[in-house]
């Protein structure tokens, strides 16, 4: 009954009215994913596509498949327990040859100089002794003798070990583990062990710029958000006009302030505070005052923004109802102001974690963030499996916090304990 | 329907813009450099004559280095690059990686025209240069007379600056240490070596700055913030005649090494390049660029051409090159990754 009361009389067919609602609704998604498909193929070149890259970067083991495919074949069915049989050896000669021929010998090298330091020379080394194919039956002799690493199991492993296709070569030791001649993940050589006290660096700075940056700009935000409009936005001006100038022009800034013979050290010494200039930049201080100045706006404007929404009859109320200046801030404005903290402390932070040039600058060489070693492994020694590996897990542990805090944030409801 | 057809195509159009603006357009020569004072000088002696003289059209950029960026530049498929300074390190990788073109010398005047280290076969030697020691001759009442000196803070009282990172800070602290320089890397091939290395270190660590870019040390000296530091020798020169400052530097112990001019895999403009290249080595038009600024230069005409008093101040000049020692390039490539991560540990200590 009720279908037949709702196909429409007019109709052409008999289809039922709610199908063709449904046909419509879909028609008018289409158009509206049509109109975002631009941004959406923007966002998938430039941001989706190399983030993908570069995670796949961080397990991607291509090299020494490539040039040496004859050694990786035969040493798939090796069980490395002893060292490879005649086969692997002959496979390896003639694979030296061709490689040495193509010229691509180079990237197997870099890549198994990785694993084991020093292979760069023994396989340019075999590769320049190596004249001809050996004859049958003596490649293991041969190639002994140009160079004993060839006896030695652990030679064999690292190449069975980068043979391929993926591997966790890299973000291991991105956390400081390797595999040893066994097969078996074991903690890095200390020498090596760098990269978990450089996450726990970063983080510790990142936490810290944030926290510098909440007592500082919460004041300021609270000033801009009840002076009249006048005054305050002409301190607004004052707020925006670092954000609108270079990075690097603010980093150098403080360089001139604080080096020794800087206006800060000057000024303390004529007016007989200290006797010998301090020591304020090139070390964790002078990361600490650059990087909170640089991101002091991006608390500042997300506080502002959540306290300007915040009616003064609230505080009037609390105070007309007995409530004394404190108990009235901490249990009625605070708690209101609580998504503009959650906003700009997320965002100073995400953004403090990714600095890079004004550590670099203004720091020592024991306050250089994630940032600086993934540029260096990238551009410099073009140790791209690394360099992905450090970014995958920067990435992955900031996307946790994230997700972590989100959830904090959200159980904080904006009555914020006056309910209790 | 028709508004939704709209719709689709005038997205379509938008992505097609978007993709058809990343496609390479036909463009000019373009030849890259280290930029600062040394691109000015470029500018002066190499890129605005061969613009006159050739009636090729040519514009410079300038970069910060990295093997990595040749790298992404070339595999990318949209090199905007075609002539590119590199370091000898780069040279060698980019080379086996095969990111550079072959040079043909036929077109460039023949290798016997350059001196031999600065003939290679993916690229051509630009310059010479030398990390020296550099101090400011008005704030240190008598001169150090080389690296031992820059590790005794008891008579030369200050901070120092290195280069950061173990490239070269190894190589100076052995020196320092008493290694002759020709053995330095010898010695640092061993595990005992590079410890001894660290412990030099060690002894003035409280004192250290670390410098990133070439630019930083003479700023350094300038503003009073250290005593001593290494430097490029070409930047104290310059920094001497534009600044007028009084800044000395010690070529004893010195350690050198080659830029060379490489054309990019794939360029579309490899004649201009070459044409560019014969220019850039001709013997009268690299004796100005070492009139300009101190470097050595690696045709073998080029030294003749000199005042012999510019001559006695360029890293080539025979005295200057008695103690000094070339920058292993092999030894860096296979160490460069596990001596940075030593290097940090011990920097974060």
Redesign the interface.
Known sequence: MTEAFLTSADAPTDVPLKRRLKRAER?RQ??AL??V??LL??LL?TFLGPIAGMLWHAVDDWEVRKVLPLTVAALASWDGKDLPDEKAYAALADDVLAARAA?T???AA?RL??AV??F??ILTGTARNLKAPPEPGTAKETLGKINPAWRDRATWAAIKGASGPVTGFYLLAALDLTRNVDGAIVAAP?????YR??FV?TFTIGLSVTVLCLILGFPVAYLLATLPAGRSNLLMIFVLLPFWTSLLVRTCAWIVLL????VVNDSLRFLGIIDAPMRLI?NRFGVYVAMTHVLLPFMILPLYSSMKAISPAYMRAAASLGAPPLTAFLRIYLPQTLPGIAAGSLLVFILALGYYITP??VG???D?MMSY?IA?????????G??SALGALLLAATLLLAVVYGKLVQGQQVTGGMKN | MLKLKMALGFAATLTAGVALATVAQARDLTVVSWGGAYQDAQKKVYFEPFKKAAGVPMNDESWDGGIGVLRAKVQGGAATWDVVQVESEELAVGCDEGLFEKIDYTKIGGEAAYLPPSVNPCGIGAIVYDFVLGYDKDKLKDAPKGWADFFDTKKFPGKRSLRQGPKTTLEIALIADGVPPADVYKVLATDEGVDRAFKKLDTIKGDLVWWKAGAQPPQLLASGEVAMTSVYNGRIDTANKNEKKNFGMVWDGALYTLDSWVILKGSPNKDAAYKFLDFAGKAENQSKLSENIAYGTSNKGAAALIQPAVLKDLPTAPDNMKNAVEINVAFWLENIDRLTERFNKWAAK
């Open positions: 028609a289409v158009k049509a109109l498909l631009p193929a923007f070149f010229g010998l180079a990237i870099k100089n990785y330091n020093g760069r020379t200390p020498d090596q062990a760098i006290d450089i660096r080096q020794t013979n800087g090139y670099a600058l020592g060489g024991a250089q070693f260096l492994y990238t551009t410099e020694t073009a140790n791209w690394l360099a």
